[in-house]
């Protein structure tokens, strides 16, 4: 099993040199970068995709790994329904652990205020059939023994669930690879070739890929890359 962090030490997985020409150029081997390459890859699409150090070793692999439907605002609650389905699906298909368990998410709540927001979420939970519910003092002072404070209340999704991120974002990529997808780690895309108005290349710091499709999913550097060729995304960082 690999350990974390990621760190020099840990060999590299996919090595170069990058191939000449790509349907699509993929920017970035996080999460995003990843799922996104495994996708294009089913439709028979051919994928590069470039990682200027190793695969999720960013925010990929240190995020608390819910995935999680309850507390979502009404507009989201479809995506991550899909994507709870996909995260099943992509567990038996990866043949590895990913560290995938329905723990199911529960909120406190220490005041009134608090449990009118979990009774407006209720509404919303309804619309989507999912299994959200909500506790009283009684119950959940039940929940966990020995509690020393009391709560007004909760709310609970038992059907929610979490991956290990360091372990379910190498598994897709490694997936994604069986599937036909060129990963090249410690390889950085360094520009956008733009010719007439249009996409034709990437330039990266080990030579030129020849593609028309580009799919920037850097991250927290989006912004940046995108700043050499004019383009302004609403992007902040947050330390
Ligand atoms: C504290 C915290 C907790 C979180 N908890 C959750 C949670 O519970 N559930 C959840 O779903 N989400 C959670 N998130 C959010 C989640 O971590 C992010 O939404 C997700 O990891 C973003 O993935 P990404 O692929 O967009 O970016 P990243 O993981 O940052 O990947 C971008 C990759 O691009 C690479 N890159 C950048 N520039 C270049 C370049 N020029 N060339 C080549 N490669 C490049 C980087 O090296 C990096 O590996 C949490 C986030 C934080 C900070």
Known sequence: ???FPFSEADPIQFPGPPPKSADVVIIGGGVIGVA???????????????????????????????????????????IVIEASRHWRQLAEECGEDIGL???GVTYLASSDREM???????????????????LNARETAGLIKGMSRSFKGAMTT??????????AVPALARLAARRGVKIVENCAARA??????????????????ETSGVLLASGAW?????????????QLSVR
């Open 101 to 103: 368990k329905q723990t």
């Open 222 to 234: 989006s912004s940046l890359f995108l700043r050499r060729h004019g383009v302004s995304i609403p």
């Open 116 to 134: 009118a927001r979990f009774e407006k979420f209720m509404t919303i939970a309804a619309v989507h059939e999912i299994d959200t519910r909500l």
């Open 36 to 78: 996104t390459a495994l996708f294009l890859a089913r439709r028979n699409i051919s994928v590069t995709l470039l990682e200027k150090g190793r695969i999720a070793a960013e925010q990929s692999s240190r995020n608390w790994g819910w995935i999680r439907k309850q507390g979502r605002d009404a507009d989201e609650l479809p």
């Open 158 to 167: 038992p059907s929610d669930m979490r991956a290990e991120p360091w372990l």
């Open 1 to 3: 099993m690999p350990t």
């Open 192 to 209: 956008l070739e733009i010719s007439a108005g249009r996409i034709s290349g990437v330039w990266t710091e080990a030579g030129h890929i």
